[in-house]
């Protein structure tokens, strides 16, 4: 019986082996899909901070394309009104007071 209790020590002892390797190598696993997430999270928040960019970006030139726009539409270009010389010295006199007497 002596011999069979050292066989059983030894599987013992293989099987504790096996079980430490197989441990040891989902650790890894988890380590490297804990970093593969890390890195695909910062990925993310860079991508969304880009979209917010150029959301922030898309709305400060509509409100440019529309502000520029009123401003065409109020010098009266669009309308077909002429936008000589002559009228503009008048617009620039109406502004000032003193060059509106002259």
Do not use: F
């Not at 020590?9 to 997430?37: H, M, P």
Request: glycine share 6%; proline share 1%.
């Amino acid at each position: 019986m002596a011999g069979g209790s050292g066989d059983a020590v030894v599987i013992v002892r293989e099987l504790e082996r096996v079980r430490n390797e197989q441990r040891k190598e989902r650790e890894a696993g988890t380590a490297q899909l804990k970093d593969e997430i890390r890195l695909i999270k910062k990925e993310l928040a860079r991508a969304e901070a880009e979209k917010a960019e150029a959301t922030r970006n898309r709305e400060v030139v509509e409100r440019e394309v529309r502000r520029r726009a009123e401003a065409t539409e109020l010098s009266g270009l669009l309308s077909g009104q002429e936008n000589s010389v002559g009228s503009r010295v008048k617009h620039y006199r109406s502004m000032c007071p003193v060059c509106a007497v002259m």
